[in-house]
């Protein structure tokens, strides 16, 4: 069982930067790939980055390519997302997620924090 709880969120103007963490309740390094999902009001949930157990390979959603960057510390059991050029559209609840798998998908995630929210205001 691996517990996962963000922290980070925040309100922040267009154009703007945040950075989110998430804390593991225990070892993740190179079981688990650790991911990013947002969900903004009346949308579903979506994919935003993930990164894999070694933290060699990373994955964005389109929508933020350029902008955000997902990291971990393998030794601290974190992972971050570091979110520069913030927009309207970003707003969202921002939750973390692990997963044995490297993927988008995100019924492939066992585990997930209750999430944090991001506000991106004009």
């Known amino acids: 069982q691996v517990q996962l709880a963000e922290s980070g969120g925040g309100l922040v103007q267009a154009g703007g930067s945040l950075r989110l963490s998430c804390a593991a309740s225990r070892r993740t390094a190179s079981t688990y790939t650790m991911a990013w999902f947002r969900q903004a009001p009346g949308k579903e949930r979506e994919f935003v980055a993930a990164?894999?157990?070694?933290?060699?390979?990373?994955r964005y959603a389109d929508s933020v390519k350029g902008r955000f960057t997902i990291s971990r510390d393998n030794a601290k059991n974190t992972v971050s997302l570091q979110m520069n050029s913030l927009r309207l559209e970003d707003t969202a609840v921002y939750s973390c997620a692990a997963g044995r798998r490297f993927e988008v998908v995100q019924r492939l995630y066992d585990y997930w924090g209750q999430g944090t929210q991001v506000t991106v205001s004009s």
């Open positions: 990164v894999s157990g070694n933290g060699i390979s990373t």
